[in-house]
C-alpha cells in the first residue's frame, strides 16, 4: 500500500466529487434531515467499509457525518482511501 504523491492525489480527487484534501486526508460532509437519518448513513457506511476492510474515521453532530479518509499505516492517502471514497458517494 504506497502513499500517493500529489499528482496522483488530484487526478484521484477527480473521481470523488464533494469530497476535499486537508492535509494527509480527504474529507466530506453531509447533512440530513435529522439525527436518525444521519445514523441510517453512518450504518450504511459502516457496511460498505467492512467489506473493504477499509475505514473512515466518523464524526457525527446531530443531522451532520463527516467522513475523514487516510491510510494511517501509509502515513496518508493511498488507493484505498480513493476506493472508499468511490463506495460511499454511491450510497
Known amino acids: 500500500m504506497e502513499r500517493m504523491d500529489a499528482d496522483a492525489i488530484d487526478r484521484e480527487l477527480a473521481t470523488v466529487p464533494g469530497w476535499e484534501l486537508a492535509e494527509d486526508a480527504i474529507v466530506k460532509t453531509l447533512t440530513f434531515a435529522d439525527f436518525k437519518e444521519a445514523m441510517v448513513f ?11 476492510n477499509h475505514h473512515p474515521d466518523i464524526t ?3 443531522n451532520r ?14 488507493e484505498y ?3 472508499l471514497a468511490r463506495r ?3 450510497l
Open 81 to 83: 482511501d480513493f476506493r
Open 60 to 62: 457525527i453532530r446531530w
Open 65 to 78: 457525518v463527516t467522513l475523514t479518509q487516510s491510510t494511517h499505516v501509509a502515513g496518508g492517502l493511498t
Open 88 to 90: 460511499l458517494n454511491e
Open 42 to 52: 453512518v450504518n450504511r457506511v459502516a457496511e460498505v467499509a467492512e467489506e473493504l
